[in-house]
Every structure is written in structure tokens, then in C-alpha cells.
């Protein structure tokens, strides 16, 4: 178990840990800014695709399917570097994008910060 | 249902949409560097106790208990603010890190990449 765990967090082995439902959680930074753009899931077939393809694909909880980041509005990620975490169960992808990565077209999903009074307050960063 | 998502994605209340197991994924942001630092876990519990600390403090899905990140080694994450995505299932921490993020002693967790060739090779940044 010991050297289990070794070879995951230590090794060069890309041995990612995908959950129960067969997902493993995927942040995406901009490579430039390296503001944290977005966060979403992918199985492996969406990891694999990411990986051939060069543009992110996740997989959609609500719509059960394969998901290419942009496909309808464009505003794909281009996926410059892949990364994994210590324990190989959360996934870093520095990409450069093509548009606002929010559905609702903010630059980053990350648009409203919580302030003392406990109530959101948009950032423009 | 539209006007709940609008409410949820657009609003100033803070709604936080916590999963099956009382989950929400956190993700830690160097607030300084911008890096990419770790991912965790936080239930409600979680939560409260960051925000009423200014120390992150996480759900630890193995050990089943509100965890402190630096309660052992020191090297907490002071909370410098708190932001939410979208639909309100994420959480972005922007931190003042007092040392390595990453149990390895890593800066950040994210400290290998994926190569063309499949096997991961540190990166120090």
C-alpha cells in the first residue's frame, strides 16, 4: 500500500483515479494569465478525446454524454499542457482559449466573490 | 426553473449547491502567484468553519472528518477570499499559503505534467 501510493504521487506512471461514477474532476487554468477559468468532469473517454484531439472535452453529468467545451458557442479550450495532482484524482489543464469560458460569457466561471456580509459581489478580473 | 437558474448564476445570494454526499468541490488559488495550488472537498461544515476561521478547512472523504489543511504540518492556506462559480457547485479559494500546498512538500499538488509520449515529468514552477 505504501509503495502504492509512492508510485502514484512519485512515479512517472499516468495512473489517473476516476470515482464511483467513473469521473475525475478536471480544473482548467489560462495558460497566460493563469486565472482558473472553469471547473468540470471528465471519464476517460473524455480524457482520451482531450488528450487526441488537443481541445477539452468533458463529460456531462446532466446530459449523460461527451462534451466538447465550445461546441456550440465556439469558445473551445486549446489544451497547451495537462496536469495531475499529487494522488492522481484531479486533473489541471492549461489551455489557451478561444472566448469567454463561461456559458454566461464572463471571461472565467469564477465571477462573483463572497463578501463578510455573506452575499456575492461580481469581480471583473 | 429558468428564473431559479438566473437567481442561482446571475444573483448576489450565496446558494451553494452541495452534492449527493454533502459535497463541494473547493479548488486553492495562490493569490499572490495565481498558481494552482490543490483541490479538496468541503461540506457545510467545512465551509462555515473557513469562513468564520479565514483558515481553509476541508471534508476528508477518507478519514470522514472536518480536517484543517496544515493542522499537522503548518502549513495552513489563510483565506483571503472566496469566490463561487456559475451555477453555484464550486468553490474557488484565493490563499496566503504559509508553505508547501502539497503533502509531498510540492508548492502546488499539480506538480507533474503529461507528456506526448504518456508519462508524467515534474514541472517546477
Known sequence: ????????ELGSEFLPRFDAAGLITAVAIDAVSGRLLMLA????????????TGLAHFHSRSRGRLWMKGESSGHVLRVIEIRVDCDQDAIEL???AAGPAC?????SCFYRRLT??????????
Open 1 to 8: 500500500m505504501q509503495d502504492e501510493t509512492a508510485r502514484r
Open 41 to 52: 468532469h471528465m471519464d476517460a473517454e473524455a480524457l482520451a478525446t482531450t488528450r487526441e
Open 94 to 96: 492549461r489551455v489557451d
Open 103 to 107: 456559458h454566461t460569457l464572463a471571461t
Open 116 to 125: 463578510a456580509a455573506g452575499t456575492l459581489e461580481r469581480v471583473d478580473d
